[in-house]
């Protein structure tokens, strides 16, 4: 919806406010590195997986981030019926009041765990997309596993609009921007994010390296298409009618009820977990106030997580054998929420703290591999699948401190990106799905009115007709 005008704020382009974005022909065949140790000396050793098939590779396990400042008021995932997730018998409704919680932090709490989830720096990359036709370019801040080494001849593309031509580059994050030798005639597509280099902040670095920002144009008018364009996107997931979802996984922040939910951090060292120097902090329980490490399972407050605190939501069953591929020994392990066909519901609010600094009141919400938790989230770039594209959905982010436009950006081995954005729920509470459909290749993000209900089943009418809305979606085709 870009043709309708556009703004830049704060660096980042910003279009129109929409109540979805859908996502289209998401998941082309590839291949990334899978650990398979991590060992005593630092290194890890991987080897490649290859992937292919719709949504892939989120179609894979993912885990479910939120950070601060945001309030999660109810959870959902719905798979179809009968659903092949393990539910574990002891979590089913269980209701457990705050006053069983306080002690969560149990006086474990370690200052150096902190070191690589609050002091890292992060920097910007370029995504580059096409909306509506238009040319769109804006830095992008990883919530995600973003601590990597800058290394050399790890390389993206940026594709920008300078004086009405569409040209496109090498940008090396830690040196000088290679110009491009031709203007292209058409822009080129979005390399794939494969190797971004931004900054890694171990136990013993205390200097991070800064990266100069990419200065890029606004939407031109008269830019050309760097993706292809359905002409009639789908409307919505397309589910079978025939099928019926379950809710395998809740969660209720009123009633304090968790089905099949568990809550971590990466809090290795705070009473669960591990910490050293090589690697960091590995996950932990998360205490009830989801910013600090735990002993044991808890169940999240009725409250905000603050700025810069995050809290990854997983299924119930934690990891058995090998069932959850590689995990780091001593981790906190529990599986993510896997499948092709899934939904995710969330009822969340997003109030401004008015803080400055580093992620100070810029919440967000996104999905990762679970692969990458599993291993180590903040840390050596070899040490996780991230950076070789296992997978990563920023459903909601917002880009600087105090933001109010909640952008969505796909991180896989052909990325995409959205400029039109969604309102941030400051004062009142914002239902969203999000639902993925292997039928037609589509991740849709939609928000619900407020008197969506989370119930026990769903229908695949129900789920899509919820995305069937004639206008305010943003349609973005990604490029195989």
């Known amino acids: 919806m870009c043709a309708l ?188 994010v494969g190797n971004p280099a931004p900054v890694v902040q171990t136990p013993s670095q205390s200097q991070p390296v800064q990266a100069p920002e990419t200065s890029v144009a606004a939407p031109s008018a008269t830019t050309s298409s760097s993706t292809s364009f359905l002409a009639e996107p789908p409307s919505g997931p397309g589910y079978d009618a025939s099928v019926i979802f379950e809710r395998a996984h809740y969660y209720n922040a009123a009633s304090q009820i968790i089905d099949n939910v568990t809550f971590l951090g990466n809090y290795g060292g705070q009473g669960s977990g591990v910490f050293d120097e090589n690697f960091g902090a590995s996950l932990a329980y998360v205490n009830s106030a989801g910013t600090g490490g735990a002993a044991s399972s808890q169940i999240l407050a009725n409250a905000v997580i603050p700025s810069d605190s995050e809290v990854i939501l997983m299924r119930g069953d934690e990891c058995i054998d090998d069932s959850c591929g590689y995990v780091r020994p001593g981790s906190v392990a529990y599986h993510g929420f896997d499948g092709a066909d899934k939904a995710f519901f969330i009822d969340f609010s997003m109030p401004t703290e008015g803080g400055t600094g580093f992620n100070a009141d810029m919440p967000a919400i996104w999905l990762l591999n679970s692969q990458i938790p599993h291993t180590v989230q903040y840390g050596p770039p070899e040490c996780n699948c991230w950076t070789s594209g296992c997978g990563e959905l920023d ?63 769903m229908s695949a009418d129900d789920l899509n007709n919820l995305c069937s809305a004639p206008s305010g979606v943003s349609h973005f085709h990604v490029a195989g």
């Open 5 to 192: 005008g556009s703004q830049e704020i704060d660096g980042n382009w910003f279009c129109q406010p929409v109540s979805g974005i859908q996502y289209s022909n998401v998941g082309s065949p590839g291949a990334y590195n899978r650990i398979v140790a991590m060992n005593t000396d630092g290194s890890c050793d991987s080897v490649p997986q290859s992937f292919s098939g719709p949504l892939s590779p989120l179609d894979e396990e993912v885990s479910f981030h939120v950070r601060g400042p945001v309030q999660i008021n109810e959870f959902a995932v719905y798979v179809p019926a009968p659903s092949n997730v393990n539910k574990r018998s002891t979590s089913h409704g269980r209701v457990i009041h705050k006053h069983n919680h306080h002690h969560g932090n149990g006086g474990q709490a370690q200052s150096h765990s902190h070191g690589p989830v609050h002091n890292e720096m992060k920097v910007r990359q370029e995504i580059s997309a096409t909306i509506d036709g238009q040319v769109v370019s804006w830095g992008n801040n990883y919530f995600g596993p973003s601590s990597v080494l800058a290394d050399e001849g790890k390389q993206v593309m940026v594709t920008a609009t300078i004086d009405g031509q569409v040209v496109s580059w090498v940008n090396n994050w830690f040196g000088s921007t290679q110009a491009a030798t031709t203007v292209p005639t058409q822009a080129a597509p979005v390399a794939p």
């Open 395 to 457: 459903i909601v982010e917002a880009l600087f401190d105090g933001a109010t436009q909640l952008k969505s950006t796909l991180h896989t081995n052909t990325p995409a990106g959205d400029s039109d954005y969604i309102a941030r729920p400051t004062t009142d509470s914002m239902k969203l799905a999000v639902i993925f459909s292997s039928s037609t290749s589509t991740i849709n993000i939609q928000v619900l009115d407020s008197n969506t209900e989370f119930p026990a089943t």
